[in-house]
């Protein structure tokens, strides 16, 4: 039988803080502290029980990532340095779940990048045959393979549901050249994750990144190519027209799909099997993406 830890679904440090949906943000002065809780959201809503492990999987992953993508990213370290004054509890309760990053001036976007149809993406094509002003081929499935990635940005929400946004809009708010090599970065990232993850039997169907303004250069920022901002979906299983198998938080949508909850008040409690199973697919995910065996 599988140990499950608690889930660790708060952190308070004394240093002023930014609580994310998922991630509590600590400025540290010179530098951020970025903390991966074990919480869950759902439906634009935080679960009331977390998942375990889920904190240090997004850290490894993003780890991970970085320092294989060919990109300039704000992660320093995943060590939380001897200088920040914290007792060994906190420190202890910490590890492997922090990033140490740079600070930077967030571009106030989400820059999507899909490879494949489905989501908001399947949703808008059935009704316009386009994707946040893209013009796809007619006839297309769900979850069919686009003839090539595209850029579909998103407005970036502190709460509630991002909204997507057409090239044009994003161009009309940050300027042609800012936009335009935002597209380019976020393109050849997505292009290059993709080719490595057919390696390990993974599609990576979407996915959004983030990016910030570090000395007058855009780097990679948040978390990346996890299964909190990802689609992944095994390859040998992937059949189109229909919804696939993914790495994420598949099991809790579905469970609360079939409830009663009705998405305006608190939502209930996730079951113990439906908490093990999404813990199971997160650190699967980690171990197929990394080929290595998560601790």
Not at 136 to 142: E, H, R, T
Not at 249 to 271: A, C, G, H, I
């Amino acid at each position: 039988m599988k140990h499950y830890p608690r889930p660790i679904t708060t952190t308070e440090l004394d240093f002023p803080k930014r609580q994310g949906k998922v991630r509590d943000v600590y400025d540290l002065g010179s530098a951020l502290l970025i903390v991966s809780t074990d919480r869950i959201s759902a439906f634009d809503w935080i679960l009331p029980n977390g998942i375990p492990h889920k904190g240090r999987v997004l850290t490894k992953l993003s780890q991970f990532w970085f320092e294989r993508l060919p990109v300039e990213h704000h992660l320093l370290s995943i060590e939380i340095p001897l200088e920040v004054k914290i007792s060994e509890a906190e420190r202890s309760m910490l590890v492997g779940r922090s990033m140490l990053v740079r600070k930077a001036e967030v571009v106030p976007f989400e820059c999507v990048v899909r490879g494949y149809l489905e989501g908001s993406g399947w949703s808008e094509y059935q009704r316009s045959g386009k994707v946040c002003g893209v013009a796809l081929p007619a006839g297309l499935k769900q979850c069919d393979r686009l003839p090539e990635p595209i850029f579909t940005p998103a407005t970036k929400a502190e709460s509630g549901h991002d909204e997507n946004v057409s090239f044009e809009f994003m161009v009309d708010h940050i300027g042609f050249e800012t936009a335009t090599k935002l597209r380019e970065l976020s393109l050849e990232v997505y292009r290059q994750a993709a080719l490595y993850a057919t390696t390990r039997g993974l599609i990576i169907a979407d996915t959004k990144f983030e990016w910030g303004w570090f000395e007058g250069r855009l780097i990679l920022i948040d978390e990346v190519l996890t299964p909190d901002s990802s689609r992944f979906w095994p390859a040998d299983l992937y059949t189109p027209g229909q919804s696939q198998l993914s790495f994420d938080k598949q099991f809790v949508r579905q469970w609360l799909l079939q409830t009663d909850w009705d998405r305006n008040s608190p939502p209930p409690e996730l079951p113990i099997e439906v908490v093990e199973q999404t813990a199971d697919k997160y650190v699967e995910a980690y171990e197929r993406l990394s080929g290595s065996a998560f601790n």
